[in-house]
């Protein structure tokens, strides 16, 4: 079964820093791209970066670039997001997915169940 | 950008479509995913209208002009979910996502 499993979400001052941590099993990690996907509580789904299957490439959500940055260990079959400067916007489930990748297209499955960062005073 | 209703509501039985809109949207491949309350989201349809594994054949897709569209056929109460729409935007060289449907079986 393809499993990814999200951990390292809490409550976090403003201005402070987070690292997810994102476990896979059940398929053959180092071959997929990787994505973070977020969603403030009850609205709508956002991209927020992506690496490729050997790091060669990182791309990141203009509200976040410079502050967070994504990397993976392909040996652990682990994914990572460090978040720094957090702010209250911020505040969302974080979902470590996958990227099925054709040229010029991409798409997600499966999703991970999601970790809840809260950033607030 | 893309552009979904906020909202569809269908009766029981009935056949569900909800737009997807987007310029030249039909030049492109658009994904779906369903997420019900509490869940994460899922997968029902990617590249316009290949339903992967275990999804039904209630499911299908479809893209042409500067609408996409996911219609689910015969809907059922388990069928109540958000639906969201993707695709890859050239401009900004990612992916994006429309705004999400709340499918509602009355």
């Known amino acids: 079964e393809v499993r990814l499993v999200e951990s390292g979400g809490g409550l976090v001052h403003p201005g402070r820093s987070l690292r997810l941590s994102c476990a896979a099993s059940?398929?053959?990690?180092?071959?997929?791209?990787m994505h973070w996907v977020r969603q403030a509580p009850g609205k709508g789904l956002e991209w927020v970066s992506s690496?490729?299957?050997?790091?060669?490439?990182?791309h990141y959500a203009d509200s976040v670039k410079g502050r967070f940055t994504i990397s993976r260990d392909n040996a652990k079959d682990s994914l990572y997001l460090q978040m720094n400067s957090l702010r209250p916007e911020d505040t969302a489930f974080y979902y470590c997915?996958?990227?099925?990748?054709?040229?010029?297209?991409?798409?997600?499955?499966?999703w991970g169940q999601g970790t809840l960062v809260t950033v607030s005073s | 950008v893309l552009t979904q209703p906020p909202a569809v509501s269908v009766a029981p039985g009935q056949t569900a479509s909800i737009t997807c809109g987007g310029d030249?949207?039909?030049?492109?491949?658009v994904h779906w995913y369903q997420q019900k309350p509490g869940q994460a989201p899922l997968l029902v349809i990617s590249?316009?209208?290949d339903r992967p594994s275990g999804i039904p054949e209630r499911f299908s897709g479809s893209n042409s002009g500067n609408t996409a569209t996911l219609t689910i056929s015969r809907v059922e109460a388990g069928d109540e979910a958000d639906y969201y729409c993707?695709?890859?935007?050239?401009?900004?060289?990612?992916?994006?996502f429309g705004g999400g449907t709340k499918l509602t079986a009355l």
């Open positions: 993707q695709m890859w935007d050239t401009r900004f060289e990612h992916p994006v």
């Open positions: 059940g398929f053959r990690f180092e071959d997929h791209a």
């Open positions: 590249d316009d209208n």
């Open positions: 997915v996958r990227g099925i990748t054709v040229p010029g297209d991409v798409w997600f499955d499966p």
């Open positions: 030249n949207i039909g030049s492109k491949s």
């Open positions: 690496i490729l299957w050997n790091s060669a490439n990182m």
